[in-house]
């Protein structure tokens, strides 16, 4: 993050959003003029607060955006037009930048195993005043380090660990209390707190709406063996995005589920929260990347699973793409399958695909990879010294679109060889 703050950007990203909307220059237009051999990081801010907008729209309840997946200021800008209010923190650095950047906003510190430290500035410094636990030692140091309770406005949720599940990227391992356990911390809780929660989370780009069904049963069973009433059921995030060859259901599938089987618990008094993150920022962001080597069908690429594409490596998802020469293809090339590589010299660094590309793609073209405003840019590292790269602001659509809450499936690439036959 303190890379991305500190490296040189073109001029869009200090505009103002409501300038930004309308006046920022288009993904071709900068890779003809800029030519960038570093990775290009190109966000879409309106992609963005729309998709935001929409959420808190649909959702039936408050709306946390999980800083976590993209915390970029221009990201979290876009966010806040949107119309989020709540940001769902897990470090002190996410605390202090998203409390810098909106002194008005509800910050929920929602890891369950925090530094002493990061919880007595969140509270004392940041005005946060909502914590997760899921164990009775970190009931303990969350009322030693704020030294707060109920007569404070403390906030405390439980995190109810879940079963493993259908998830693409299971999160179910690491934490979460027993459903027994849970029970005895929202207990242990009570007293202390102005607001008592339960919350989960089904795993990251979970593609079942029955996944919250079964998770908010089981929420109620351990509020029901608690017996103590709570203010919050928090569904986590984990809704899913398109990628290519992945239709979700629409996102109206997921809401209209976890309303029904929220009220089947008829908890008096309970609201719903929520803290999405891929779901509002994937399709925001892409990355330019140039082809720095072609042997056969693999591709060498100025940037790889050390840089922004991390998620196309072992998790192996793909994403679209589309070859940007801005001279113009030549006559019209049929497609073939490509494998890409990055620059580092692990071989690790490999990311299989197939990602399908005009079949003459050359050293020297470009390409842009989509749907990567979701864990992409903020997952890049120095490894190797490949840690350079650009951040520009840009009005194009994402290259999958979910129109309305209905996936359309359109890939952009279409649209692109139109323009560029009518301009050759
Ligand atoms: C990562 C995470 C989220 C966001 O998950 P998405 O899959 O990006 O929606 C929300 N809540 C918690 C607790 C998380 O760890």
């Known amino acids: 993050m303190s890379l991305l703050r500190t490296r040189a950007a073109v001029a869009p990203l200090r505009r103002r959003l409501d300038d930004a909307l309308t006046a920022l220059p288009a993904v071709d237009a900068l890779v003809a ?16 607060a729309e998709a935001a907008s929409g959420f808190v729209a649909g959702f039936p309840g408050e709306v946390l955006y999980a800083v976590k997946c993209n915390p970029e ?21 996410e605390v202090a930048l998203v409390r810098s950047m909106f002194p008005e906003a509800g910050i929920h510190f929602m890891h369950p195993i925090k530094a002493r430290g990061a919880i ?14 899921d164990s009775a030692a970190e009931l303990d ?25 259908t ?34 989370h089904v795993g990251s780009q979970m593609m079942d709406p029955l996944a919250w069904r079964q998770a908010m049963a089981l929420a109620g069973e351990v509020i029901e063996a608690a017996g103590v009433p709570v203010e919050v059921v928090d569904v986590g995030g984990g809704f899913p995005v398109a990628y290519p060859g992945i239709e979700p259901p629409p996102l109206g599938a997921f809401f209209a589920e976890i309303e029904a089987s929220f009220e089947a618990l008829d908890l008096p008094g309970a609201v719903l929260w ?79 695909g197939p990602f399908p590309l005009p079949a003459d793609v050359r050293e020297g073209d470009w390409i842009e990879i989509g749907q990567l405003g979701a864990y992409g840019a903020c997952l890049r590292t120095a490894f190797n010294g490949f840690d350079r790269a650009r951040l520009v602001e840009v009005r194009d659509r994402p290259m999958l679109e979910c129109d309305r809450h209905r996936w359309n499936g359109r890939r952009r690439e279409s649209h692109d060889r139109t323009k560029l036959r009518q301009a050759a």
């Open 33 to 48: 003029v800029e030519r960038p051999e570093e990775p290009m990081h190109c966000l879409r801010p309106a992609a963005i």
């Open 73 to 93: 200021p221009a990201v979290l800008r876009a966010i806040w037009a949107g119309g989020v209010r709540h940001f769902d923190c897990a470090s002190a650095n």
């Open 120 to 133: 007595r500035t969140a509270w004392g410094e940041h005005g946060v005043q909502d914590f997760v636990l």
């Open 141 to 165: 140091k969350i009322l030693a380090e704020t030294g707060a309770g109920a007569a404070e406005g403390l906030g405390l949720f439980i995190r109810l660990g879940l079963p493993k599940g």
């Open 167 to 200: 998830a693409m990227l299971d999160l179910s391992g690491k934490f979460g209390a027993e459903p027994e356990e849970a029970a005895e911390l929202l207990r242990a809780a009570r007293p202390h707190a102005a607001r008592l929660g339960l919350c989960f």
């Open 274 to 352: 929520a803290e999405p993150g891929r779901a509002l920022v994937a399709g925001g962001g892409s990355v330019v990347v140039q082809v720095q080597g072609r042997r056969g069908r693999d591709l060498y690429l100025n940037d790889g699973v050390y840089g922004a594409l991390s998620d196309a490596g072992v998790p192996g998802f793909t994403f679209p793409v589309r070859l940007i020469r801005p001279e113009g293809p030549r006559a019209s090339v049929p497609e073939e399958d490509f494998v890409f590589f990055g620059p580092t010299c692990d071989s690790a660094d490999r990311m299989k």
